[in-house]
């Protein structure tokens, strides 16, 4: 089955429709050629940043949408010879971690002598890649997922002291290696459809930056108040950490008295139906 040809279970249709799911995650490196074409430049205006912006999430587009793709035609199934899940890493490195980076260091966006903090988050990124665990079976990011582009947008966008821009670098390249639970909006459950939601009306208000990029009083506002989504994201995933290491604590404890674990609670229970990101 896996001697790197298709299943004869499926016909070429099947075939054609899983190679067609592969390529479409592949445009994803299009729009990162078209990044780097606008970083490249002598000079990197405004306009040309607004245009990587625009690539950047033209490829989180993409990336939010194959995997859906991807089961609805099991393309696991219909190709077990070609790893879609290593070729879209490969494209998410690029788009979400080294070509946001890059454009951090082009547009100046630290303080001077500090561009080679760059690196922390450049090798942190490159170890949640290789993680084997980077995705629990319960389905979240475990780590801070190197969103690097939400990073790059808003220190371009929002106006900060130099201070504020290394730290963030600094603590959330760090936060890649602390075991937390961050959510993965494209698996299954209640709270990921309330994140698809709120990530739509967050999309369309980044798609409003880039519309009125020109125009600096409102570019501000609007981007403060896309923050709200960030916050909701971080937030949300720092609580479901905390609730995870609790119950940890609380079971390493048990387990060293000695005494018999205690029945789950029915609030508990109901908390982590709510979470679940299984399919229904």
């Known amino acids: 089955m896996r001697n790197g040809h298709s299943s ?6 099947r075939q ?16 990162a050629a078209g990044m780097a074409f606008w970083l490249v430049r002598p000079v990197v205006t405004a306009e040309d940043v607004r245009w990587t912006f625009v690539l950047m999430l033209v490829a ?12 609805w035609v099991r393309v696991k199934d219909v190709l077990p010879g070609f790893d879609g899940r290593r070729l879209d890493d490969i494209v998410d490195f690029l788009t979400y971690t080294v070509l946001p980076l890059f454009l951090i260091w082009r547009t100046a966006l630290l303080p001077a002598g500090w561009e080679p903090v760059l690196l922390l988050p450049l090798i942190a990124s490159a170890y949640g890649f290789s993680q084997v665990a980077a995705k629990t079976p319960e389905g979240f990011f475990l780590g801070f997922p190197s969103y690097w582009n939400l990073v790059a947008f808003y220190l371009y966008v929002l106006p900060m002291p130099a201070w504020l821009r290394v730290g963030l670098v600094i603590v959330l390249a760090v936060l890649t290696f602390v075991p937390s639970l961050y959510l993965y909006p494209t698996q299954h459950g209640r709270l990921n ?7 739509f009306v967050w999309a369309l208000l980044l798609g409003a930056i ?9 570019l501000t506002w609007l981007a403060l108040a896309s923050l709200v989504f960030p916050v909701y994201y971080l937030t949300a995933s720092w609580l479901i950490t905390r609730g995870a290491w609790t119950r940890g604590a609380q079971r390493r404890a048990e387990e060293r008295s000695g005494a018999p674990p205690r029945p789950r609670l029915r609030a508990l229970r109901g908390v982590r139906q709510f979470l679940s990101k299984r399919r229904r």
Do not use: E
């Open 8 to 13: 004869g279970r499926y016909g070429p249709l």
């Open 16 to 31: 054609a429709l899983a190679w067609s799911v592969h390529f479409y995650t592949a445009t994803g490196l299009i729009a």
């Open 60 to 71: 989180t587009l993409i990336d939010a949408t194959d995997g859906m793709l991807a089961r």
């Open 193 to 199: 459809r309330v994140t698809n939601i709120l990530g």
């Open 210 to 218: 880039l519309i009125w990029w020109n125009s600096q009083p409102l």
